[in-house]
């Protein structure tokens, strides 16, 4: 699975399944408590999810969890929460996992050097939930915790410690402590007793007594819920009951012949139930006089008879056997599980098996009363009485009930439905878009992939044509090929045609990809090759062009496929061959087995260099892991015999070591890939729109194949397709038809690749990317819901119907996953048959009476399914789905002709040439054809709109009235964490869907989820003001904490000023890879029911806590909208403020959450980067949007001026990043934080215009002042940001003139210091103000003077401010009594005139300067001209008032909006 994990996040599996079930030998089973899912775990590491009816028991296989690399030796619940779907799973290698039983979503991973072999989910006094109490191969009992999966505390042994083979922990009758039983291997029982203090931190507790016994190797040990005192004691000769109180041996039953017991339990006071390994149960019953303790005698009869000591009474009596009628021998021992379940108030009790065919067997244990049981004696049995299974199931059956079989991605070839030839080893080669797939006979059968994909699962045209999709057959092979490699994938230095296979006949051949011949067959093993692989890059330049490979007779070569000759036979070794790692410097391979050897072989010589055991062989493992690419070869390495420089890495983690050493050799290609940084990350850098996976749950398995469809990698390549839009498209498809590529859609036999180098692969990219959108977007679009929308899909855009319920997965941490069986569509049908599909009109019903009933059936399965049912399985499926459908339309929207019907394609290309050869001479139906052209394209962009709606707006609504009862809405959290996804349009698509769904919640369902995550919201005080932009003068930040009142002061939190950053990611993260770590593990529980759960780490709070302030950001910036307006709507009476849909928190009378929320958001914008918040992380992406998105709603609780400086300070490099933005592609995270503010800047100023002016005017005036004094205190100012955004600033005041005048004019004193502040002093030297700043003229209240350099701005109170450009000198003449409509220098500059037309006044103004311009210069009023009133209407429209005109330089003329003019001299 390590390609899977590569990648980012938004990734839809598919899967299909093929026509065998996945074998499933059962380790271990367990039932939900709601009896609503029974799990099973395998010997391969795969556990299955069953759906069972809880009434009749009846099960079917949901899905397959895969990720476990081991046997799941343990299954246990994780809460005693009854609607709490979680379990954990523990493998043989020390994995454990907490799983999501709704969506099967791995929730938490580790890894432990621990091995358990039991785990008892216990809820101790004192705790709010269970923990697990664990044994296995250690000598301690390890309690853990199962949701952060840390151990807790550790019981450990004082007298003789041994591990711990049978546990049981139980609370004492009328007792607050829990007592804990062990017994270990060597047959000591150990009292542990917990009072619920015990913490993490503390020493491990010792047994309060230990007392030994004979008993060795025991299975389990359980004591009576019914009475205490009786303790059952299972080993696998004899099963013993002993008394509690001083552990002396009550009664044996040896097992029968043949058989072992497994494991036992308690039936009642006086009955047991023990199970053998034969898969039988035997039900006892014990003798009565035996036993002790209160509530024996009470329960059993005083009868004259019971004390006296009748002899046959002594021994347990078998009354009852669970056996399997005719059951054949089992091929190891099966897993058994005894439940006790209430249902409806009555108590079930269930014997459930499951075994190594995959079967899952339940017996209800019937109640036998005592009178039966005296019959019983009675009667004298030479047999006693079996009960057979009330339900018997497996997947085998399961699979075979599918009528017809699920699909498999070749079937095609097949004939009938008979399982055909088994697929036993594939590849995928994303450049050519092929898939390569070898079979159990032999044949290699190369396909186009997305086309034999389509095949499977789509109706259409393709599935008319016999031979479609064309296929090529390699055969050299004799039996079975078992692994494929294509090397030129892995890396660029092989030749792109070489394919090489391994097959079952010893031999390695090579293939030429192309032409389909065998170039050559190495036959230089004597076993199978199990194995392929790439050496690393820094090898010699001989061993760069071979292959490795392994094989079963523990042999390992390097074969050069260019000198066609073995390089290196490294055959010695006795044990198979488990990890290969390589040392390319010292020119060693080095080759470790499964029994801890480790062969170090030189690779240019062949030769063996030496063997390794233990210790050095486990610090030469760990060396390779450590330093893959050592600087040179002298220094480290095994050239270099002081091998203690790994000494320290040794003991920082030897079990980690020891466990890298035996894992399996399917763990090759990750620990390969791990250990080859070069050669591999070429690969995963360029994320793939589709991988195809072969998946095989057991080596004997045929491989079914899991589709893997990254959004972000398909919507970019679609961008990079957009981007020349038309041009680029053309030369493509012109260069790919010279090269003789024609388009895959047009005809299916033309795509036959010659070797012409990289050329036209682009042409080809285009098109295989058309055509894996058009798989996903059918596969995911909800058909069935709106028949018209579907019409046009089909028509217009060219989707296709499925065939067939599709088979989805989810991808969840570490690359778990979790994938949905074909079978659980049985569930579908028997609603299907009970309502009758009333939507089909009469003519489908007489064309159905003609098609078999099998295929009328699955034809309705299916649109039950994409109409329904797909929206039900689990919320993270719904939020990927409805996520990836609505980027995509978006993106293929904001295409030209985007459609993937092919017949558009040819008329597209036909219209393209026309355009360009008959561009002079067009003629009549030349317009007419490109009329129809516009208007079939504006039809394709609505089609696209219309899909995008659907799925974003109007699915829910649509899907309840299907009558669904349990539709998965999306997850609100999972949108917030992509607000600022680095993707844009799934940021775009998750913005819309969060939007849309918290608008459908309404005002009630706002708040319910507004009050369950306010609790997580980070409160920082008001005091702690957090990094300052450069430049500025920095107080010492420290951090207070503010419990967070709206839940009562319940949750205080402090948090370090960087802690909720995203989940810890370094910085160095941001640089190689897009996707930071907080996007990796996103969803949390669903939100149906709004609990939000305690967090189980502090990974998990600082996740929820990112997630609740964005949610609570965003809810407060869209829906706390109508708070106020001014200081009048302030005092608006309570009720109404009721009455508006405000959320709780974000209005006036109750600003709390306002307020932290608004803390928190500035904090996340101002944080300096740390390693725990680096600068452009999509959660300070985030912030700042929703900065920008709700100021009106913070602005009373920000810092304006902090929170602007922030912004620019991002914005200040747009020039450097603005080029990668004006291309649709991805952005760097500079750029696109640098995008954000950008628009968050635009949105704050329009929003508040007079704060965002008076704000700037403030900080430029504080910068004037440091400049004046700048020397003097030693500043260098060129790195402030008010300097090195200027570029910025302008851009905002020229919008806001354009936007806002009237606002403006009001402020334009202040405006004009912004701008002066940003334009260069240079420039107005030479030009007028007009030219540098054009918008600033539209005012008839400013006016520039190039001769004397001077500026005059009339202000709103009367006042002109006069501006020296050359002293840099401000000043205010007091002009008029209000405010001033107009001001203009004369030509020559010697006087300045000013209206004022709410004052009726003209006045002219002369400045005096003092001697030779030395001295203050003084500005005096000359004279002054009473004018005429105007109109009040004109008044409204103050920008068009009036203006002043010098004609010469003495005369002045006002003129007036209406028309007239007046003169007026000096």
């Known amino acids: 699975m390590s390609s899977m994990s590569a990648g980012t996040n938004l990734v839809v599996p598919v899967v299909l399944w093929g026509k065998t079930a996945p074998t499933h030998c059962i380790s271990c089973v367990f039932l939900s408590r709601d009896q609503r899912t029974l799990v099973t775990g395998c010997y391969d590491g795969q556990i299955c999810l069953w759906q069972v009816d809880p009434d009749t028991l009846k099960m079917t296989p949901r899905c397959l969890l895969v990720g476990h690399t081991a046997p799941v030796l343990c299954l246990s619940k994780a809460s005693i929460v009854l609607d709490n779907n979680f379990i954990v799973s523990s493998s043989e290698s020390g994995e454990m996992c907490t799983w999501d039983l709704v969506d099967g979503k791995c929730r938490e991973v580790v890894k432990l050097p621990y091995i358990h072999t039991s785990i008892q989910a216990y809820h101790m006094c004192g705790c709010d939930d269970v923990r697990l109490f664990c044994n296995g191969y250690y000598a301690e009992v390890l309690v853990m915790d199962p949701f952060s999966l840390e151990i807790v505390f550790t019981l450990a042994s004082r007298v003789n410690p041994d591990w711990i083979s049978a546990l049981h922990v139980l609370r004492p009758a009328k007792r607050k402590d829990d007592v804990v039983l062990g017994l270990t291997t060597t047959g000591t029982v150990k009292v542990w007793t917990l009072f619920g203090q015990e913490t993490k931190n503390s020493e491990p507790f010792y047994e309060n007594e230990s007392k030994q016994i004979r008993c060795l190797n025991a299975l389990s040990m359980t004591c009576c819920a019914y009475n205490q005192r009786t303790v059952l004691i299972v080993c696998s000769k004899y099963w013993q009951i002993y008394d509690a109180g001083d552990f002396s041996v009550l009664c044996s039953v040896i097992s029968p012949r043949g058989e072992r017991w497994l494991g036992g339990d308690f039936l009642a006071a006086d009955r047991v139930v023990v199970w053998s390994d034969e898969g039988r149960g035997y039900m006892y019953k014990l003798p009565a006089n035996k036993l002790k303790g209160k509530m024996v005698s009470s329960s059993i009869a005083d009868s004259k008879d019971f004390h006296s000591k009748s002899v046959e009474n002594d021994n347990p009596f078998l009354y009852c056997l669970l056996a399997v009628p005719s059951d054949k021998p089992l091929s190891c021992p099966p897993a058994m599980r005894y439940h006790v379940v209430s249902r409806q108030g009555k108590m079930y009790k269930y014997l459930i098996r499951g075994d190594s065919e995959g079967c899952v067997l339940v017996w209800n244990i019937p109640e036998v009363t005592n009178g039966q049981l005296a019959q019983i004696k009675q009667e004298d049995f030479a047999k006693p009485p079996a009960i057979p299974p009330t339900v018997l199931t497996s997947l085998v059956k399961a699979w075979a009930e599918m009528k017809p079989p699920p699909v498999g991605i070749l079937d095609q070839l097949d004939s009938g439905d008979q399982p055909g030839v088994r697929l036993t080893a594939s590849i995928y080669l994303p450049q050519q878009s092929r898939l390569v797939v070898g079979r159990e006979d032999g044949s290699v ?30 055969l050299g092979h004799a039996g079975r090929v078992n692994c494929l490699l294509y090397p030129h994938h892995l890396h660029q230095r092989y030749e792109k045609s070489h394919l090489v296979s391994g097959g079952v006949d010893f031999a390695v051949c090579l293939w030429d990809l192309y032409s389909g011949t065998l ?59 488990v ?27 062949g030769h063996l260099d030496r063997v390794l055991h233990g210790i050095s062989a486990e610090e030469v493992l760990y060396a390779c892991d450590e330093n893959p690419a050592a600087s040179s070869s002298g220094d480290v390495g095994l050239a270099n015999p002081a091998v203690h420089f790994f000494r320290g890495l040794r003991h920082r983690n030897l079990s980690a070591i020891r466990h890298a050493t035996q894992r399996g050799l399917h763990q090759l290609q990750q620990l390969h890939h791990a250990t080859n940084p070069d050669g591999s990350d070429q690969q995963k850098s360029r994320a793939l729109p589709l991988m195809i996976q072969g998946l095989r749950t057991n080596p004997k398995d045929p491989e079914s194949h899991i589709l893997v469809f ?29 090269v003789g590529f024609k388009p895959i859609q047009v005809d299916g036999k033309g795509n036959e690749v010659g070797d012409q180098g990289g050329r036209k692969v682009r042409g080809l990219e285009t098109n295989t990317t058309m055509e894996i959108a058009q798989l996903l977007l059918s596969l995911l679009h909800a058909w069935g819901m709106d028949p018209d929308l579907d019409r046009v899909c089909e028509g217009k855009l060219g989707l296709l119907r499925p065939m067939v319920p599709v088979s989805f997965g989810v991808l969840s941490k570490g690359g778990y996953m979790s994938l949905l069986l074909p079978t659980w569509q049985a569930k ?39 109409a329904r049912t797909h929206w039900e399985l689990s919320t993270t499926l719904t939020s990927n789905h409805l996520l990836a459908i609505i980027a995509m339309a978006n993106t293929l929207m904001s295409m030209n002709n985007a459609t993937f019907i092919p017949e558009q394609e040819r008329t597209r290309k036909l219209h393209r040439q026309s355009t360009r050869t008959a561009l002079n001479w067009a003629t009549k139906a030349e317009e007419e054809n490109e009329d129809l052209f516009t208007a079939q394209q504006a039809q394709i962009k609505q ?38 996804h680095q993707c844009l349009e799934v940021r775009e698509a998750a913005q819309a869907l969060l939007l849309a769904e918290l608008g459908r919640l309404g005002p009630k369902g706002r708040k319910a989820l507004v009050d369950s995550w306010a609790q997580f919201l980070p409160s920082y005080s008001s005091a702690d003001t957090l990094g300052f932009p450069p430049g500025t003068p920095q107080p010492s930040s420290q951090m207070l904490t503010v419990p967070s009142a709206q839940q009562g002061g319940s949750s205080q939190q402090t948090l370090s000023s960087g802690q909720q950053g995203s989940n810890g990611s370094a910085p160095g993260h941001q640089t190689e890879q897009p996707q930071h770590e907080d996007e990796d593990d996103d969803e949390e529980e669903g939100t149906e029911e709004y609990c939000v759960r305690k967090p189980w780490s502090v990974a998990e709070l600082k996740r929820k806590q ?86 009106t709603v913070w602005e009373p609780y920000l810092d304006v001026s902090k929170v602007l400086l922030g912004l620019l300070e991002l914005c200040c490099e747009a020039d450097k990043l603005m080029p990668s933005m004006t291309y649709g592609l991805p952005l760097t995270p500079a750029a696109d934080s640098c995008r954000t503010a950008r628009h968050a800047l635009t949105l704050i100023a329009t929003a508040r215009p007079a704060a965002f002016i008076t704000t700037m005017a403030r900080e430029v005036a504080r910068y004037n002042t440091l400049q004046q004094n700048a020397q003097a205190l030693n500043v260098n100012l060129s790195n402030s940001v008010l300097h090195r955004a200027k570029p910025e600033i302008l851009r905002g005041v020229e919008l806001l003139i354009d936007k806002m005048q009237n606002e403006m004019a009001d402020l334009l004193v202040e405006v004009v210091d912004i701008v002066l502040h ?45 501006y020296e450009l050359r002293s840099q000198k401000c000043q205010m003449i007091h002009a008029h009594g209000a405010a001033i409509t107009a001001n203009t220098f004369s030509p020559d500059g010697k006087y300045l005139s000013t209206y004022s037309c709410h004052e009726n006044r003209l006045s002219f103004w002369q400045t005096s300067t003092g001697m030779f311009g030395l001295g203050n210069s003084q500005t005096r009023c000359i004279k002054s001209y009473s004018t005429a009133p105007i109109a009040d209407v004109s008044r409204l429209n103050p920008m068009r008032l009036a203006r002043l005109i010098w004609i010469n330089n003495r005369t002045v003329s006002l003129m007036l909006a209406d028309g007239s003019e007046t003169r007026f001299n000096v």
């Open 1106 to 1191: 990112t997630t609740a302030v964005v949610l609570l950001g965003v809810i407060g910036a869209e829906f706390g909208q109508d708070v106020s307006d001014g200081s009048t709507r302030r005092r608006a009476s309570e009720d109404q403020r009721r009455k508006s849909s405000v959320v709780e928190g974000f209005g006036i009378g109750n600003n709390n959450l306002a307020r932290l929320t608004s803390l928190a958001l500035t904090h996340l914008l101002l944080a300096a980067p740390s390693s725990r918040l680096p600068a452009h992380t999509p959660l300070r992406r985030a912030a700042i949007d929703l900065i920008g998105r709700g100021f």
């Open 519 to 577: 170039l050559h067959r190495f036959c230089v093993h004597a076993g199978e090759i199990t194995q392929l692989l790439v050496p690393p890059n820094s090898c010699s330049q001989r061993i760069q062009k071979c292959v490795c490979s392994i094989a079963s007779d523990h042999s390992v070569t390097l074969l050069g496929l260019t000198e066609r000759k073995c390089v290196v036979l490294a055959s010695r070794h006795l044990f198979p061959v």
């Open 579 to 605: 990890t290969i790692k390589w040392r390319p410097l010292d020119d060693f391979m080095i080759v470790g087995c499964s029994d801890g050897t480790v062969y170090v072989w030189q690779m240019e010589t």
């Open 1318 to 1362: 940003c334009l260069d002093p240079g420039h107005l030297k030479v030009k007028g103000l007009a030219e540098v700043f054009p918008a600033i003229c539209r005012f008839n209240q400013v006016s520039h003077c190039p001769s004397t350099r001077r500026i005059a701005v009339g202000a709103k109170n009367g006042q002109v401010a006069l």
């Open 710 to 738: 990254d959004i972000e990698a398909l919507i970019g390549i679609l961008a990079k397709m957009k981007e020349g839009a038309e041009n680029v498209q053309t030369k493509l498809q012109a260069h790919a038809e010279i």
């Open 943 to 980: 089609g696209w709109s219309l899909l995008a709606t659907l799925h974003c707006v109007l699915l829910p609504d649509k899907v309840v009235q299907a009558g669904s009862k349990n539709f998965k809405r999306p997850q609100v959290e999972m949108m917030a964490r992509r607000w600022q």
């Open 445 to 474: 059968i190369i396909v186009p992939a997305t086309q034999t994909v389509m095949l499977q699962l789509l109706h259409g045209k393709h599935q008319q044509y016999d031979d479609w999709p064309p296929h090529q057959l390699l």
């Open 828 to 866: 579908c049908a028997n609603e299907l048959d009970a309502e009758k599909p009333a939507n089909t009109s009469g003519s489908a019903n007489s064309l159905e009476a003609d098609l078999p009933v099998e295929l009328v059936r699955l034809e309705r399965l299916t649109r039950l399914f994409t």
